[in-house]
């Protein structure tokens, strides 16, 4: 799918230690690149939310796993959008929320996405600290934990903000699917389940 649709000169978003498309034609963007990291790739070091990129530059864009780590979703999408040509690709696969350790959190509707960015939401957000302490927190052995509990038992919230581990949104194809819709996004494909990776969903979507 990734060959099929990333075609031309793109951009990939959140690479970690390993990406998914073209070396010879992507730019790799991380705010926190390493050494082990950037390897033979060309890096971008910069945060999501603002690329320093013109606008319309990118035939593409790919990104796993990085959305639901931002808390206000809509203005980091337009942003990918802005640096994306007219009919240019947005490639996403993101964790599915019942797949995860989300699961048994509400998925995120439109109308909150909407609101978050209305009241200009940001790392400091604690809409969602409840549930993530209830849902997220015990269903998996997180490698933060210890560093992430303050000597009086509570969790340090602020902390695992800034490091950008918190999951501040819960969705399945479906949402993403209204939510690029929403910004008027041509659904190109949506598929609820990556064969490779059980845990996530693929929407992929043109701009138009």
């Known amino acids: 799918m990734v060959d099929k649709f990333c075609t031309g000169f793109g951009l990939e978003i959140g690479p970690g230690s390993k990406s998914y498309t073209k070396v010879e034609s992507t730019i790799y963007l991380d705010k926190y690149p390493t050494r082990e990291k950037v390897g033979e790739r060309t890096f971008l070091t910069a945060d999501t939310i603002e690329i320093p990129i013109k606008e319309n530059t990118f035939d593409y864009i790919f990104s796993a796993h990085c959305l639901e780590h931002v808390p206000n979703t809509i203005k980091v999408l337009k942003e990918w959008i802005r640096v994306l040509k007219p009919g240019g690709i ?31 939401a940001n790392h400091t957000d604690s809409t969602h600290w409840e549930e ?25 919230f602020p902390w695992l903000a800034d490091i950008g581990v918190l999951h501040y949104h819960v969705w399945s194809e479906v949402e993403i699917g209204k939510l690029l819709k929403y910004l008027g996004g041509e659904i190109l494909l949506s598929i609820p389940e990556v064969s490779d990776r059980k845990d996530s969903f693929m929407v992929v979507a043109r701009r138009k």
């Open 90 to 120: 947005l490639f996403l696969v993101l964790p599915h929320g019942e797949r995860t350790f989300d699961r048994g959190r509400k998925m995120t509707t439109l109308e909150h996405h909407v609101l978050d960015y209305k009241n200009k």
């Open 132 to 156: 993530i302490e209830k849902y997220c927190i015990p269903q998996e052995d997180h490698p933060w934990k210890e560093k992430a509990l303050r000597p009086d038992g509570s969790w340090d």
